[in-house]
């Protein structure tokens, strides 16, 4: 069984940085595409970063110049380095891989900006 494991969420105060992670286990294959989504309260689903094979990287508008998405070459493992940070990053973040044609989501991590 597939499973998605994310870590690093927590409290920060503004201008702050967190760093996320997620790492895939029960895979034998490479997922094709990595990427980070978030949830805040009231509001549906967003895309943040997502990584595709070969290398192309997209972010959000919102999060351009701030955050960063980084893949393990040899693993499925994603990271996300999130700099100056902002109270309306404020979300559940969640990891997202996709391989084989299936999605596969983790179980999300609490990000609180907050002063």
């Known amino acids: 069984q597939v499973q998605l494991v994310e870590s690093g969420g927590g409290l920060v105060h503004p201008g702050g940085s967190l760093r996320l992670s997620c790492e895939a286990s029960?895979?034998?294959?490479?997922?094709?595409?990595m990427g980070w989504y978030r949830q805040a309260p009231g509001k549906e689903r967003e895309l943040v970063a997502v990584?595709?094979?070969?290398?192309?990287?997209n972010y959000a508008d919102s999060v351009k110049g701030r955050f960063t998405i980084s893949r393990d070459n040899y693993k499925n493992k994603v990271s996300l380095q999130m700099n100056s940070l902002k109270p309306e990053d404020t979300a559940v973040y969640y990891c997202?891989?996709?391989?084989?044609?299936?999605?596969?989501w983790g179980q999300g991590t609490q990000v609180t900006v907050s002063s």
């Open positions: 029960g895979t034998n294959f490479r997922f094709t595409y």
């Open positions: 990584m595709i094979s070969g290398g192309n990287i």
């Open positions: 997202k891989g996709n391989g084989r044609g299936h999605d596969y």
